[in-house]
C-alpha cells in the first residue's frame, strides 16, 4: 500500500487516497465533523474519482470514511451560513445523475458508521456496500426542510423498494446495518474490524477481471437503471430547484440541525 501525500500525512487533507495494487482507497478524513460534505471535500471527492477513472491501472476503488462516521451528509454549519457554496446548490452539476458523474471504474461503497441524508446519497452512488455492524442510515432532508439533489428518491427505492424508501424519507427513522442487509441495502454485513479489508478483497475479484468488460457491463447497469425512470431524476432536479428558489431559511437550517443531531443519537 502506498504512503499518502505529503498534505495528507500532516493530517489536513479532507480526501485521502491511498493505492494498493490496482485497487484505490478513498477515505473521507473530516472525523471531528464526522465526515460532513463540507465544500472542499466534495469539490476533492469529485476530481479524486474522476482522475482515478481515468487511470487506466486502477481497476476498482473502494470509499469510506475515518471513523466514527461515514458521512453525515452536507456540513449543515457550513450550509446554515448564508452565502456559502453550499446554500447556492453549485454541489451539483445538472445531468449528473448523483453526487459524481457516471464512472466506468466500480467504486465499493465500504460503511463503516453512520450514513446519513447526503451521506446515505454517497453511499448509494457506490455500485455496491459493504457494511459494519457499526453502519446506521437515515433520511433526514425533509426534517431539516431540505429536498434531496443527488438521486435518492431514484435509488433509494432501487435499493429497498418504494415502500420502505417512502417511510425512510417520512419518518427519518435511523435503519440498522442487520436491517439494511435483510432490506438489500448492503450487500455484506462484516465486523468493524474486517470492513475495509473486505471491500478491498471484493475489489482485488474485480481487478482480476478484463477491464473493459466490466466497465461496460455496468455502463449497461447505468443506462438500464435510467431508462425507464430517467424522468424520476429531472422531476427531483426541478423540486429541489423550485424548493431552494423559495429561499433557503439559515437559521431554520441550524435550529433543526441541532435538532436531528439529537434524535439521531437518541436512536442510537
Not at 197 to 202: Q, R
Amino acid at each position: 500500500m502506498t504512503e499518502p501525500d505529503s498534505n495528507e500525512q500532516a493530517g489536513e487533507a479532507e480526501l485521502i487516497t491511498e493505492i494498493d495494487g490496482g485497487v484505490a482507497i478513498l477515505t473521507m478524513n473530516r472525523p471531528e465533523r464526522r465526515n460532513a460534505l463540507s465544500s472542499t471535500l466534495i469539490k476533492s471527492l469529485l476530481t479524486s474519482l474522476i482522475d482515478l477513472d481515468a487511470n487506466k491501472d486502477i481497476g476498482a476503488m473502494v470509499l469510506t470514511g475515518a471513523d466514527p462516521a461515514f458521512c453525515a451528509g452536507l456540513d449543515l454549519k457550513e450550509l446554515g451560513t448564508a452565502g456559502n457554496s453550499l446554500a447556492r446548490g453549485v454541489v451539483n452539476a445538472p445531468g449528473h445523475h448523483g453526487p459524481w458523474p457516471p464512472l466506468s471504474t466500480v467504486v465499493v461503497g465500504a460503511v463503516n458508521g453512520p450514513a446519513i441524508t447526503g451521506g446515505l446519497e454517497i453511499a448509494l452512488a457506490c455500485d455496491f456496500l459493504v457494511a459494519s455492524e457499526r453502519a446506521v442510515f437515515a433520511d433526514t432532508h425533509a426534517r431539516l426542510g431540505l429536498q434531496p439533489t443527488w438521486g435518492l428518491t431514484v435509488r433509494l427505492p432501487d435499493a429497498v423498494g418504494v415502500r420502505r424508501a417512502r417511510e425512510m424519507s417520512a419518518t427519518a427513522n435511523f435503519v440498522d446495518a442487520t436491517t439494511a442487509l435483510r432490506w438489500g441495502l448492503v450487500n455484506h454485513l462484516v465486523p468493524h474490524d474486517e470492513l475495509v479489508g473486505h471491500a478491498v478483497a471484493l475489489a482485488r475479484s474485480i481487478c482480476e477481471g478484463d477491464h473493459a468488460a466490466i466497465a461496460r457491463m455496468m455502463q449497461t447497469y447505468t443506462e438500464g437503471a435510467l431508462a425507464p425512470g430517467s424522468a424520476a431524476w429531472s422531476a427531483e432536479w426541478e423540486a429541489s430547484q423550485a424548493w431552494q428558489a423559495t429561499g433557503l431559511d439559515s437559521g431554520k437550517v441550524a435550529e433543526r440541525r441541532s435538532q436531528v443531531i439529537a434524535r439521531g443519537r437518541s436512536q442510537l
